[in-house]
């Protein structure tokens, strides 16, 4: 099978070598196109967000303005800080020319002069190598006003990076824009989106870097070959970042619709030891878990993951076997979600810290058998509440592992209520019975 993204080039990374291997030639092909070709053949070849969201991206391109005397924008999102997603980091690292090609395409095809790369601000190693990449493009007149000279045509764009200061929300993409306007990292609400209102009030698009990256190939080899690839809802290839329980965790970029089974026990080597597995996230950890005994015969790609209830989102497969700890993982998700929340809205700022707090409950054997409902409540109450997905990702985890692992829940805690030191205390006080007389 071809890659796309990640293809099996030795220093692929080396600008000489990019070019070797045909670079900077879809950027040629598609400045002899108009830009209402290439969002027409970007819009035919099905290529949907690699984000999260798994938006159309011709469509999204479709809606930034023609006619208009703003400046436009191009937002390149590789914050990447969702827990089992590291697939970002990857074409940073060994294949960061096809995405500055793929910058120039969707800049040209927007009408967008300055494009940004945001980096969460930890990956120094990947800042500084896409720096090198970025300078070495620039040095050979392919980004910037050199680029007139190079390729002959009347439009330049520049492209610069800008580090992120480590925070989840700043992936959500209008806390992005407001992050690189020099603001706290608040979503803003939408409506406006960003292709009316986006950096500084004006027109903007924002995709991943995997989005991105796949362009310059659909402009070289047409969006015939790229919608043949995989599932033809959600065509072309996806970069699967395994981690968890299997032998061999890494990234592998494979056709979309790929049975979720052979990437773990073929690609990923299987669990070690054979043991059974118990749960898998299948996008990252704010998508829906599946059960162990739910695995047979999924597809790896957006429409088929609906069917049974769980989502693609970033493609970060997380493998659970049957020794985890189920209430520790979930205690776990639950305090990043609660840490990352901006506060911005009641539901996600108080609703991500009830439900942690709930989750240590249960993990210190305290819980009781109506925790397992007041869970569901709260993440029932956060969903569709708020500002940004950030609810959604938050509430999805708990709502989504607490309802299908419901006996594994219920074995964790006592069938009694059993209140704890501090409320029977106060219920003393209250009541005035004496503490003989109080049922636990
Ligand atoms: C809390 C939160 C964090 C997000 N983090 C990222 C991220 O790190 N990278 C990313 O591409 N999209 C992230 N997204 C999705 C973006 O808002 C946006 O949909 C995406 O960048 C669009 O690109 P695409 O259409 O190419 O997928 C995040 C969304 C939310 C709600
Ligand atoms: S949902 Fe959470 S993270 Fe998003 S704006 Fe509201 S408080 Fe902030």
Redesign the pocket.
């Known amino acids: 099978m071809e890659k796309i993204v990640l293809p099996d080039i030795e220093n692929l990374h080396l600008i000489d070598v990019y070019e070797k291997h045909g670079g900077f030639t879809a950027v040629k092909k598609a400045f002899s196109q108009t830009t209402d070709e290439i969002i027409d053949q970007v819009k035919k070849s099905g290529l949907r967000?690699?984000?999260?969201?798994a938006?159309s991206?011709g469509l999204?391109w479709s809606f930034m303005p023609k006619t208009t005397d703003k400046p436009k924008y191009l937002c390149v999102?590789g914050?990447?800080?969702?827990p089992g997603s590291f697939k970002d980091r990857q074409i940073f690292e060994f294949n960061p020319h096809q995405l500055i090609e793929g910058i120039l395409i969707t800049c040209y095809t927007i009408g967008a002069k300055t494009a940004y790369i945001y980096i969460r601000g930890e990956y120094h190693k990947w800042i500084k190598l896409m720096q090198k990449a970025l300078d070495d493009a620039y040095a050979k007149g392919y980004v910037g006003e050199k680029m007139k000279e190079t390729f002959g045509i009347d439009f330049f764009c520049n492209i610069y990076i800008h580090k992120g200061a480590g925070a989840?929300?700043c992936?959500?993409?209008s806390s992005l824009m407001n992050s690189i306007e020099g603001k706290r990292g608040y979503p803003r609400v939408k409506p406006p989106f960003p292709a009316q209102n986006g950096l500084w009030g004006n027109p903007t698009t924002?995709?991943?870097v995997e989005?991105i990256t796949n362009i310059p190939k659909i402009i070289e080899k047409g969006w015939e070959w790229f919608a043949a690839i995989g599932e033809p809802k959600h065509p072309g290839t996806i970069l699967f970042g395994v981690s968890g329980h299997v032998n061999k965790p890494g990234i592998y970029e494979l056709p979309s619709g790929t049975l979720l089974t052979d990437i773990i026990y073929n690609y990923a080597g299987g669990v070690p030891g054979n043991k059974k597995i118990l749960c898998v996230i299948p996008g990252g950890s704010s998508m829906p878990p599946l059960r162990g005994d739910q695995l047979e015969g999924v597809k790896m790609d957006a429409e088929s993951l609906k069917t049974v209830g769980s989502a693609i989102g970033t493609g970060g497969i997380m493998v659970m076997d049957e020794d985890t700890d189920l209430v520790k993982v979930l205690a776990r998700i639950a305090h990043f979600y609660h840490h990352e929340s901006c506060g911005q809205c009641t539901p996600c700022r108080e609703g991500t810290g009830w439900m942690e707090k709930v989750l240590q409950r249960i993990l210190r054997s305290e819980g009781s058998i109506s925790d397992i409902d007041l869970l569901i409540s709260i993440a029932n109450n956060i969903e569709g509440n708020t500002i940004?997905?950030?609810g959604e990702?938050a509430a999805w985890p708990v709502r989504y592992m607490v309802t299908r692992f419901r006996d594994y829940f219920e074995a964790r805690v006592s069938k009694e209520i059993s209140l704890p030191v501090a409320n029977k205390v106060h219920s003393m006080r209250q009541t005035a019975i004496p503490i003989d007389d109080v049922k636990y």
């Open positions: 967000g690699r984000g999260g969201a938006f991206a999204k999102n914050d990447e800080s969702e989840y929300i992936g959500e993409e924002i995709n991943n989005t940004c997905a950030l990702a």
